[in-house]
């Protein structure tokens, strides 16, 4: 079965430490991973996907296969990183839906 | 940058009432979803569109829930005999592609039952 498990309700950091939201997945084949962000008052939207491969926000993540993890790490927080960030899972099979994690409320204090 | 646009943002209504949801998708993207979020819980998935039929469907959605595109731009979302526990957020999305592709979100409706 397809799932996704973020484990941490709440992660509360300070200003400048280094931050690693993680990621659990449960699929057979080859999923596609994201993480999509939700900044308050504002939509669901896209940060990244593991196909890019690139850096936003300064946020970056990689795909590990063999523990089927995909966490989301920035070096250095800031205070505009808090919001909502939910992992994401898209299947191979049927209508390719999209499946989240429960989410992870990032709160980075001063 | 186009949006993904819901209506209305809040809808109450009393339980056993029908209700519907309006969005219009993205103009060049051909997937459709809706996803609710009840309070304090996760995402979930209800339902994929393309090319005029269900895709694929959750089993929360069930006999009461119907979605239709009844013209070029809008797809909506349809409960016939609301229930309590149909209060949630309820999250339009659509895609360019159904993989390789990000979702694109609305603002979201909340439904209230009362």
């Known amino acids: 079965a397809q799932r996704v498990t973020q484990p941490e309700k709440l992660l509360s950091v300070f200003k400048g430490a280094p931050v690693e939201l993680k990621c659990n997945y449960s699929?057979?084949?080859?999923?596609?991973l994201f993480w999509y962000v939700q900044y308050s008052r504002q939509r669901l939207q896209l940060l990244l996907r593991?196909?890019s491969r690139e850096s936003i926000k300064g946020f970056t993540a990689d795909l590990n296969k063999g523990e089927t993890s995909f966490h989301l790490k920035k070096p250095f927080a800031q205070e505009e990183d808090s919001a909502m960030y939910y992992c994401?899972?898209?299947?191979?099979?049927?209508?390719?839906?999209?499946?989240f994690g429960a989410g992870t409320r990032l709160f980075v204090k001063a | 940058e186009p949006e993904v646009t819901q209506t209305p943002s809040h809808q109450v209504t009393q339980m056993g009432q029908e209700v519907i949801l309006r969005c219009v998708p993205i103009?060049?993207?051909?997937?459709f979803y809706w996803y609710r979020q009840i309070l304090g819980q996760k995402v979930e998935f209800l339902v994929s569109?393309?090319?005029?039929?269900?895709?694929?469907k959750s089993e929360i959605f069930d006999d009461q829930f119907s979605v239709e595109r009844p013209d070029g731009s809008n797809f909506t979302l349809k409960i016939r005999s609301t229930k309590l526990e149909d209060s949630a957020m309820y999250f339009c999305?659509?895609?360019?592609?159904?993989?390789?592709?990000?979702?694109?979100f609305g603002n979201g409706t909340r439904l209230t039952v009362t």
């Open positions: 999305a659509s895609s360019v592609e159904a993989t390789n592709s990000p979702l694109h």
């Open positions: 699929y057979s084949g080859s999923p596609e």
């Open positions: 593991h196909i």
């Open positions: 994401a899972l898209i299947g191979n099979t049927g209508g390719f839906k999209t499946i």
């Open positions: 103009s060049n993207h051909l997937y």
């Open positions: 569109f393309y090319n005029n039929e269900i895709s694929e």
